[in-house]
Nanobody
Framework: VQLQASGGGLVQAGGSLRLSCAAS????????VGWFRQAPGKEREFVAA????????FYVDSVKGRFTISRDNAKNTAYMQMNNLKPEDTAVYYC?????????????????WGQGTQVTVSS
């Protein structure tokens, strides 16, 4: 499966962005989808994941209540709505996929990656 993330940009603190992850090449509903981010000088971290059918969802504690992950299998696209953005959310955001035969977590199990999209939150 090939993935392409989009929707990043520059926003002020408190603002919102919606990231999209468009999939092609394989049946999208056969994969879990995760969002990850990497800030300058830091390791890549897990942000959120949604199971192949959308029923299972997990978030890292720092984004709970602010970010919402979702997917539309008919459109081969996953989303992450990000509200009340903070400067510490600044990072390159990546989407990734894992075959549904495997568990949704741990986050280290994602094998298919898209290119990142930059999110910058100014204070």
């Amino acid at each position: 499966v090939q993935l392409q993330a989009s929707g990043g940009g520059l926003v002020q603190a408190g603002g919102s962005l919606r990231l999209s992850c468009a999939a092609s090449g394989r049946t999208f509903s056969m994969y879990h989808v995760g969002w990850f981010r990497q800030a300058p000088g830091k390791e890549r971290e897990f942000v959120a994941a949604v199971s192949w059918g959308g029923a299972g969802i997990f978030y890292v504690d720092s984004v709970k209540g602010r970010f919402t992950i979702s997917r539309d299998n008919a459109k081969n696209t996953a989303y992450m709505q990000m509200n009340n953005l903070k400067p510490e959310d600044t990072a390159v955001y990546y989407c990734a996929a894992r075959p549904k035969a495997y568990p949704l977590l741990p986050s280290s199990g994602y094998d298919y990656w898209g290119q990142g999209t930059q999110v910058t939150v100014s204070s």
